[in-house]
């Protein structure tokens, strides 16, 4: 975060040339690599809520409905809807925070994301920067914590979302340049293309979301990974490459159907055997007491 003046993505990001081959990003491509369910498994923003918590910065409540937002999202993926919900709220909640704040949060968010990266894609990222093409992470989450990641990766750059702070080092709620979500992403990468002469017709894009077909469309070689629905249909039209290895989604996916099933299925259960019953309460016959035995008599008196 810095104070006001407003940047673009290929002012603040610092390249570092890839080892190798010709020289990165004189007119050859480049791979670009969305965060969350693409590089790393689930959501980089459940680490941020659950250091945020710890700092105080926001409730048990909000982090607990954050907790449901990240579940939602290992299932199905993003939506512009929840992705403009939350940031709405993160924007409304640490207004007036100090960025030192904020900063002293990286070390413990860091923690939880780099368990998470799947050894897959760091492959990729290899495998690219072997190749002399320098590699970035473009992602929604916060600018300084998509720098951190990629430093520690030994990536060359990333482009997340800046926060705007004033004058006294406070978060004002307002962005320092573009959300990098959806058109925002695409936006940035070519801005960032053109300043540092990379060819997007070259390059490759990775991500897991719909939300970034304007990304993945911009490149000449874009590869749907851990895909949702609609962006694996897209792939598959298209004859994108597709990446699959997300576990635990698909694992809650399935574990849900099954449940639901077992709940559909003893609640058809039981309302069958319950109506089963009535019935036969409504149309068992009336049945006269017993009468006395045929060999009693009544004793005199």
């Known amino acids: 975060m810095r104070s006001s003046s407003r940047s673009t993505a290929a002012e603040t990001v610092t390249f570092r040339p890839a080892g190798g081959g010709r020289e990165a990003g004189r007119d ?155 058109a925002g992403k695409v936006d940035a990468i070519r801005d960032f293309a053109a300043e540092h002469d990379i060819d997007l017709a070259e390059s490759y894009a990775y991500s897991d979301s719909a939300s970034d077909l304007p990304m993945l469309r911009a490149v000449g070689n874009p590869v749907a990974v851990n895909p949702d629905e609609e962006l694996a249909r897209v792939a598959r039209e298209e004859g994108w490459r597709v990446m699959r290895f997300e576990q635990l989604g698909r694992t809650l996916a399935i574990g849900a159907g099954l449940l639901a099933a077992a709940v559909v299925g003893v609640g058809s259960h039981g309302a069958r055997a319950y109506r089963a019953r009535g019935e036969a309460r409504r149309i068992r016959p009336w049945r006269p007491p017993a009468s006395p035995s045929r060999g009693f008599r009544a004793r005199r008196s």
């Open 28 to 182: 050859g491509g480049a791979a670009f690599f969305d965060l969350d369910r693409t590089l790393m498994a689930g959501s980089s923003g459940l680490p941020w809520a659950r250091a945020a918590a710890r700092a105080g910065l926001i409730g048990r409540r909000q982090l607990a409905r954050w907790g449901v937002d990240h579940l939602r999202f290992r299932l199905r993926g993003s939506t512009d809807e929840a992705t403009e919900r939350v940031l709405a709220e993160i924007k409304e909640l640490l207004t007036g925070t100090p960025e030192r704040d904020l900063q002293r949060l990286a070390p413990e968010v860091l923690a939880g994301i780099l368990p998470r990266i799947y050894p897959q894609m760091l492959a990729e990222v290899h495998a690219h920067q072997d190749a002399g093409m320098p590699t970035f992470i473009v992602s929604a989450a916060g600018d300084e914590i998509v720098r951190l990641i990629a430093h520690v990766l030994a990536m060359e750059g990333g482009i997340g979302t800046a926060y705007d702070v004033d004058a006294e080092g406070r978060f004002n709620g307002e962005l320092r340049g573009p959300f990098m979500y959806g």
